[in-house]
């Protein structure tokens, strides 16, 4: 338990940097000051702040696992998903204008695939689609979701998410269950 603890702590007081400063403007010192433990005591759970910034998104990752609720649409499911994202905007900003941008990627990579293949298993469940038409749908899906995020973060995160991920899937409104549809139909035909 305290181990899990101090971990947290030590989580909580980087986030809270993040959303001051870039990446590079923080070092273990600070976060050591901040949390009141010793720099031995940082070293134990992190080899640098590198692994400390991979297990912050590991750990959101895994929040959003478990918060996963199949009676939402995947608009729905995506914002959810993307809750720490939107809380704290600085930090994440501040992650993609650094070395480490490509911890952010992966992150949103895995949140889309998650929230979309946990979506498109339920809404195919009536209907017999091929399963490799179904990893394409959630993968060219998982991959405009990440684009999408990654372009509103390097723009400076200046829209309202809510209003662009609601647009999106009015406009795309019923294409994952067509496609579903579309594969069932072509599995003699390929």
């Not at 899990?4 to 590079?24: G, S």
């Not at 298993?121 to 689609?129: G, L, N, T, V, W």
């Not at 995020?149 to 406009?171: A, C, Q, T, Y």
């Amino acid at each position: 338990m305290a181990q899990q603890y101090t971990r947290k702590v030590i989580r909580d007081a980087f986030v809270q940097m993040l959303n001051e400063r870039p990446l590079n403007k923080i070092t273990v010192k600070d976060i050591v000051t901040v949390c009141e433990i010793n720099r031995n005591t940082f070293y134990y759970y992190y080899p640098d702040l590198y692994a400390l910034l991979e297990e912050l998104f590991q750990t959101e990752f895994q929040k959003v696992r478990e918060e996963y609720n199949a009676s939402l649409s995947w608009e729905e499911s995506f914002l959810v998903a993307t809750h720490f994202a939107l809380q704290n905007k600085k930090a994440i900003y501040h992650v993609y204008n650094s070395l480490q941008k490509e911890e952010l990627e992966k992150y949103l990579y895995n949140v889309a695939e998650n929230v979309m293949s946990r979506y498109v298993e339920e809404m195919s469940r009536d209907i017999p689609a091929a399963d490799s038409d179904k990893r394409l749908i959630v993968t060219f899906y998982q991959s405009a979701l990440t684009e999408m995020l990654l372009h509103w973060i390097g723009s400076g995160m200046k829209e309202d998410p809510e209003k662009v991920i609601h647009r999106i899937g009015l406009l795309f409104d019923g294409n994952i269950a067509l496609s579903l549809q579309r594969s069932a139909s072509l599995k003699d035909k390929w």
